[in-house]
């Protein structure tokens, strides 16, 4: 009955107990969400069924509508609980820093050890949302905004950061993006956290250029 | 009658009409055969599946895109000029087609990974134009993938206009775009300078 990975995790006691409802609601929402995670992964989201979704949870077809609509409710749940957790590692190390060539790099690198670690993940949030569809797709749109601010205190850093176009914390996070799926696409998640380099680069290139962008790279590599 | 290669191209050109339209997922056998006039019958003839005809549609598109930059930059322009060029094609092919631009850039990750991996070809393809700019940027040592950051950065903008449904209000961004393509080569100030050019032109 236990899906693979799910077993170490703390479940509720089957049968009668006294565990308040909203506490095994709970578990039972969370073992949905890392389900869904794991089947999209193995089986690409248009073949994923609710049944796949319930086996792999351990739960009721019954509780499984008590807690989503559909499959697509319990995957988009599923995406915003992974993206809440990165984004929040991302935050995390990139406020740990003071300056913002710094705290740039700091960000960039939990980002991408965090990618690393989770291919399927990885691929799932970058790569793979389209499958679901458009709602989806502006969820990840929205996701990806959420990093802006990391991007964005260039514009007080560059020497003519102030005249630079409206979008240019969008143009680098595009480059950022870009960079990344290149490499997911290619199959090489593990070797993300390799790519800092060349991730740092394109964030400060929009608001320093090259030869400034090259060169902080170089010292922040030491 | 139209002949065989002809009813294959009238089924391509419907199933970009189409999924730019409705969506990938939304759009069904029927409704392409509907668009082109065509029989069931003659679609199964020239495709298993909605899924071999969209890569086979999709693979049209990217021909015409990349077809229409080529005819337009024609080697003899000095660097900036024929990156402006460029990118001034695709946009405007963009806007005067939106069901096309929606197909191409937004529809296709619907259509899975094997379609997903066409799309990034060609941006990657597109990309190879922006190497020359290299030599503008001398002996420094910069990055390998300099055009795939300002491909990532350009196909992003353009990705999100097209998923809020303005296709039609690309050009308006054609000064952004051109800054996010140039600025890794000849950064900020450069870049500025060729946006308030295009801005003004």
């Known amino acids: ?43 690409g989201y248009g073949a994923m069924t609710v049944g796949d979704l319930t086996r792999e949870a351990g739960v009721s077809r019954t509780t499984f509508y008590e807690l989503f609509e559909d499959k697509e409710a319990c995957f988009l749940a599923a995406y915003d609980n992974a993206v809440e957790a990165l984004v929040r590692r991302v935050v995390a190390a990139y406020e740990s820093a003071a300056a913002w060539p710094e705290r740039a790099a700091a960000g960039l690198a939990a980002l991408l050890d965090a990618l690393a670690a ?105 | 009658m139209a002949g065989s290669e002809t009813r294959r191209q009238l089924i391509l050109e419907a199933m970009v009409r189409v999924v730019g339209r409705k969506g990938y997922k939304e759009t069904s056998v029927a409704d392409v055969i509907e668009e082109a006039n065509v029989s069931r019958t003659t679609f199964y003839k020239h495709f298993d599946d909605k899924h071999e005809c969209f890569l086979a549609a999709y693979d049209l598109v990217v021909e015409r895109v990349l077809g229409a930059v080529i005819a337009n930059c024609d080697g003899e322009q000095p660097w900036l000029e024929r990156m402006r060029v460029g990118l001034t094609t695709v946009v405007e092919l963009f806007a005067l087609d939106p069901e096309l631009a929606r197909t191409a850039i937004v529809e296709v990750a619907a259509a899975g990974a094997d379609a997903r991996q066409r799309h990034w070809n060609a941006v990657t393809r597109l990309s190879e134009f922006l190497e020359a700019g290299r030599e503008l940027s001398g002996d420094r040592e910069l990055p390998e993938n300099l055009d795939l950051m300002a491909a990532g950065a350009v196909s ?9 449904g303005r296709a039609e209000r690309l050009p308006e961004l054609l000064p952004d775009l051109l800054f996010a393509m140039l600025v890794p080569y000849v950064g900020p100030g450069a870049a500025t300078a060729e946006m308030r050019r295009a801005a003004a032109g």
């Open chain 2, 156 to 164: 992003g903008l353009i990705f999100d206009e097209l998923l809020t």
């Open chain 1, 1 to 43: 009955m236990e899906g693979a990975g799910v077993g170490e995790r703390w479940r509720p006691p089957r049968g009668r107990h006294r565990l308040p409802p909203e506490v095994v609601a709970r578990s039972q929402r969370n073992r949905l969400l890392e389900a869904a995670v794991r089947v999209v992964a193995a089986k």
């Open chain 1, 118 to 222: 989770e291919p399927a993940l990885a691929r799932l949030s970058l790569v793979d949302i389209g499958n679901a569809g458009p709602v989806a797709q502006r969820r990840y749109r929205a996701a990806i905004q959420r990093l802006t601010p990391l991007f964005e205190e260039g514009r007080d850093y560059a020497p003519g950061g102030r005249g630079l176009p409206a979008n240019t914390s969008r143009m680098a996070i595009g480059g950022v993006t870009g960079l990344i799926s290149d490499e997911l696409l290619a199959g090489r998640a593990e070797q993300l956290p390799g790519l800092l380099s060349d991730v740092l680069f394109a964030t400060l290139v929009p608001y320093i250029g090259p030869d400034a962008a090259a060169r902080e790279v170089d010292r922040l590599k030491r």
